[in-house]
């Protein structure tokens, strides 16, 4: 298996476009979590998905953010409109489950500037 | 107060010595523990992942939990170059689904 993949892996923006970032789970995986890391707040959660269906979005930091999950296969996280402090490594990890401490395995980010 | 505290450092040891990571956490509920591993430009890695108090050994890495102190740490022997990298410990109760990381600390190994 690939492991997870994400794309893209580098986007530079203007204030107030539209971001899209994807994310396609290790096949079979159940659980897909979306992170966001910046040096002041490390690594926070920013929603989850089971079988495709959002469990828990109070990480997500306001309305300008959104994501999705249509299929099994395909995850996106969207930013609209985009703000400088938004700058950030965006991580998608997903998990094996059943349970929700199993390990996480993680993409390799997408690194989002926003100027 | 963060629910979980990690000293960012960060941390420079020479090769073969050993490296004390640690995290305090305030949530009573948290179960699971974790070390991830994340090297510069890469998504973290699960290292080392421990239930309940005490120890567990997997080669040079020794994972440490005391719940009663909600306090855990990482030991590293015979430190390598190559063990340079961030980690991060985290953690997670039951059935809510959400990993909560520590701000991870940043260690390099010296040849």
């Known amino acids: 298996d690939a492991g997870v993949i994400q794309s893209p892996r580098h986007e530079v923006t203007e204030m107030g476009q539209e971001v899209t970032l994807r994310c396609k789970p290790i096949?079979?995986?159940?659980?897909l979590f979306w992170y966001r890391q910046t040096m002041m707040r490390g690594l926070e959660l920013l929603i989850y998905?089971?079988?495709?269906?959002?469990?828990?979005d109070s990480g997500m930091p306001e309305d300008r953010f959104s994501a999705k999950m249509p299929n099994a296969s395909f995850s996106t996280l969207k930013i609209q409109p985009s703000e400088p402090r938004d700058s950030a490594v965006y991580f998608c990890?997903?998990?094996?489950?059943?349970?929700?401490?199993?390990?996480?395995?993680f993409g390799p980010g997408t690194r989002l500037t926003v100027l | 107060q963060k629910e979980v505290e990690q000293d960012p450092g960060p941390l420079s040891v020479p090769e073969g010595a050993i490296v004390s990571l640690n995290c305090t956490y305030s949530?009573?509920?948290?179960?699971?523990f974790m070390w991830y591993r994340q090297y510069s430009r890469k998504g973290p890695e699960l290292l080392m992942y421990?239930?309940?108090?005490g120890n567990k050994e997997d080669g040079r890495f020794t994972a440490q939990v005391d719940k009663s102190s909600k306090y855990i740490s990482l030991f590293i022997r015979d430190s390598q170059p190559s063990d340079s990298a961030t980690y991060l410990c985290?953690?997670?109760?039951?059935?809510?689904?959400?990993?909560?990381f520590g701000q991870g600390t940043t260690l390099q190994v010296k040849p």
């Open positions: 421990t239930y309940s108090s």
């Open positions: 096949s079979g995986h159940d659980y």
């Open positions: 985290a953690m997670i109760w039951s059935n809510t689904g959400k990993l909560i």
């Open positions: 949530n009573s509920a948290f179960q699971y």
């Open positions: 990890a997903t998990s094996g489950g059943p349970d929700t401490a199993d390990e996480q395995f």
């Open positions: 998905f089971n079988n495709n269906v959002p469990i828990d």
